[in-house]
C-alpha cells in the first residue's frame, strides 16, 4: 500500500468509466493495479521505469496512461466528474463564471520547453488555469515561463469556452488588464473582470480571485 493509491470510496467512482468492454482479449493485470502505478508516478514524479515492482510492469502502466490521454479518456472522466460535483453542490453542470491564473514552477534541467520570467526572474514553466467558481479546474495549459501571462491566457481561456460555451465572465487579476481584456470581449464574447487588490486593510483574501489560487495549493 502506498499513500497515492486509490481509496475504496474512490475506486467505486471511477470503476465505471475504466471496467473492460465485451470486445478484445482480457486484461492481464487488474486494472486498478495500473491506476495505482499511475498515480504513484504523477504523485511521486520518479521516473517510469523507476516505480516499484510491486506495480504492474512500468511498460504496461505507461501504455495506459499515454493510451488514454490520446484517446481523450482522462479528459472525459476529469470533464464528467466536474459535472457531477457541481450538481451535487446545488449548481448547474456547466458553469457561468470562470477564474483564471497561472503559476510559475522552476526548472532548471535541460530537457523539455521552459523559458525565463523577467519580471519574476525565474526559468521554468508556466501553469495557466481557469476553474469554475467551487474551484475545479475548467481548462489548462503548460508553456514556457518567457511567454507573458497575457499571451499564455489566450489559448486556457478559449478552451475552457469551447468546453463551456454558457461562460460569461472569466476573473483575473491586474496582469490581465488591457488587450487582453478586449481580445477576450471580442474573440470569445465573454467579460473578463479584474479583481482588484483590496489596499491599507492587511491581509485579506480578494472576491473572486481565492478561488483559483486556492485550487493551486491542492494541486
Not at 15 to 34: C, D, N, S, T, W
Not at 70 to 94: C, F, M, S, Y
Not at 130 to 141: A, E, Q
Amino acid at each position: 500500500m502506498y499513500p497515492s493509491d486509490i481509496t475504496d470510496k474512490e475506486w467505486s467512482i471511477l470503476a465505471p468509466f475504466v471496467v473492460q468492454g465485451k470486445m478484445g482479449r482480457p486484461r492481464k493485470h487488474e486494472i486498478q493495479k495500473i491506476i495505482n502505478g499511475i498515480r504513484y508516478v504523477m504523485k511521486s514524479g520518479c521516473q517510469w521505469r523507476l516505480s516499484p515492482k510491486d506495480f504492474p510492469p512500468w511498460q504496461t502502466v505507461y501504455d495506459y496512461y499515454l493510451r488514454w490521454r490520446k484517446n481523450g479518456k482522462w479528459q472525459g472522466i476529469h470533464d464528467t466528474l466536474v459535472k457531477q460535483v457541481r450538481e451535487k453542490a446545488g449548481k448547474k453542470p456547466a458553469p457561468t463564471v470562470g477564474t483564471i491564473r497561472q503559476s510559475i514552477c522552476k526548472d532548471c534541467t535541460k530537457r523539455g520547453f521552459k523559458g525565463y520570467d523577467a519580471g519574476k526572474k525565474v526559468k521554468g514553466r508556466k501553469r495557466h488555469i481557469t476553474t469554475d467558481t467551487i474551484g475545479l479546474v475548467l481548462s489548462c495549459n503548460v508553456h514556457s515561463a518567457g511567454i507573458q501571462d497575457r499571451d499564455g491566457a489566450k489559448a486556457v481561456l478559449a478552451q475552457a469556452k469551447t468546453k463551456y460555451p454558457t461562460i460569461v465572465k472569466f476573473f483575473a487579476d491586474g496582469g490581465y488588464a488591457g488587450a487582453l481584456q478586449i481580445w477576450c470581449f471580442l474573440t470569445l464574447k465573454t467579460l473578463l473582470a479584474i479583481a482588484h487588490k483590496i489596499v491599507d486593510i492587511g491581509f485579506k483574501a480578494i472576491p473572486k480571485r481565492w478561488i483559483v489560487e486556492r485550487t493551486f495549493l491542492l494541486v
